[in-house]
């Protein structure tokens, strides 16, 4: 069984749009959506959703006001700068109080209070999820709003998805990764079989693949490397797969500028079943070519 | 306000125009007057440079302080690895320490009850910062491998001149990073685009910083006449600060990283629009 991650690097260049029409055109896959914190395959492939689960992780620390001494060690030692004086309701007492969103769950205030006033919860982070499509099963998450962990979730997206796969006997698991280059690209590429990253003519989409092919030669993963929306700058669309080459990652191939792409996205629609088009073709081609240069890497 | 105020541009979705709006917002403030600083906490991937064209005049290591521990002193009690939080530290016969799942939160050394542990600064990126003509700039670059930014970008806000209007460039997504950056800014701008990948996104970005306080304020950029982000504002009471419309000729300019004032000056007015939008919401 071969795992294939979409990454980008850039955000919006289209890894989405071109996983959407993937999964339709694969025939035998488990799909993966690797961009837990915003996640949108779903938009196209309406999963139905039959298994779903709490992703648990971490802690968050709470202050009991009523417990509180107002000694502020526990302000003194936290290096994320999470803990702020305020004003107890009850008797106008200063006390501390936790941020949650810039708390990291660490727990120095929690061992170092000496009133023992802070509670250390298990944080639920997110939830996850299988499903059914049109096109094939679906493992899926939600982060909740700024929660931390991405890293964690994206692996058990992708470790969930490993498994069906080998229940259903299915050969290929396809993941939709996240944007960027930190814990959540790092977490849905370590180990996978390869990547192939959809970049755009831009200054912005070339500066940012030299940086995610760097990544994907520091963990040696066979890299591809796609332009959409070549022709809004050709010469530099040229000069992109030359670097990619360069690099050692593989041009597998163009994709054109087209509003067709953001009418089928509004129809819930893969570009490849929107109808018979130019784009479509491209995007065809493109799956062809990416899946025979993956036959061939180990 | 005596104090500048702070702005950030977030989006929830990747590649909707954050880093267009918020360097054609740096260049429209100078029309007014403003001193005005670009700070970019998109540490993954910074592109405002590419359009800005700094000079950068200073670059700093930043670092998150890991545990060493001195092996002589230690007693192999243990209790720096079930302090940890983080599983950055095994017991093994001595600790045996993963610097890179080290948050750099001290817990080890606090515990240590010998003063084995000192703490030594591991690399995760730098801060550059210079100007572009009157723009001051900063920036934050994560090394290539490295899975913690968000120490690099509390060091990108730390190079924040209160005199200046600052606008922060932020991350995409809806995750630690972003909140990372949001955290204690005046507002916050979030640019879309009108489809269903855009909405869906805006929504989980607006679920993500409502509760943090901070005022919103929506752009929807390649506008093509599709309302569904106007209906969204309307039942959300959020205001709408801008439409900017779709066109060919924008994806060009931006593809070759130049200024949009510089080729299409109708553009120019939206942007000083879109501030006096903004200082109006302040």
Known sequence: MKEWVVISGKGGTGKTSLTASFAALATNAVLADGDVDAADLHLILAPEIRRREEFRSGHRA????????????????????????????????????????????????????????????????GEWFVSDTRHGPLVHARLYPGAENSGKLVHLVREQARNLANQEHRDLVLVDGPPGTGCPVIAALTGASGVLVV???????????????????????????????????????????????????????????????????????????????????????????????????? | MNRSPVIAIASGKGGTGKTTVAIHLAAALLFHKRSVQYLDCDVEEPNGHLFLKPRIVSSETVGIPVPAVDAATCTSCGKCAEVCEFNAIARLKKPLVFPELCHGCGACALVCPVGAIHETPRAIGVVESGHAGSIAFAQGRLNIGEPMSLPLIRAVKAKRNPEAVALLDAPPGTACPVVATVRGADFVVLVTEPTPFGLHDLSLAVDTLLPMGVPLGIVVNRADGDLRVHDYCREHHLPLLAELPDDRRVAETYARGELLFDCLPEWRERFENLWTRIEEQL
């Open chain 1, 62 to 125: 709470s202050i009991r006001a009523e417990a509180c001494l107002g000694c502020g060690r526990c302000a003194a030692l936290c290096r994320f700068e999470a803990i702020a004086a305020t004003t107890r309701p009850s008797d106008a007492a200063r006390v501390f109080t936790v941020d949650p969103s810039a708390c990291e769950g660490c727990g120095v205030c929690v061992w170092n209070c000496p009133a023992q006033a802070v509670d250390f919860n298990e944080r639920t982070c």
């Open chain 1, 199 to 298: 970049t755009e003519p831009t200054v912005s989409g070339a500066h940012d693949l030299g940086r995610v092919l760097e990544l994907t030669g520091h963990f040696n993963i066979p890299t591809a490397v796609c332009v959409n929306k070549w022709d809004i700058h050709p010469e530099l669309a040229d000069r992109i797969e030359t670097a990619a080459r360069a690099a050692g990652a593989v041009p597998v191939g163009r994709v054109r500028y087209d509003k067709a792409a953001t009418a089928a996205q509004r129809q819930g629609l893969a570009v490849v079943e929107a109808g018979a088009s130019p784009l479509a073709d491209d995007v065809r081609a493109v799956w062809k070519t990416w899946m025979d240069f993956a036959q061939e890497t180990p």
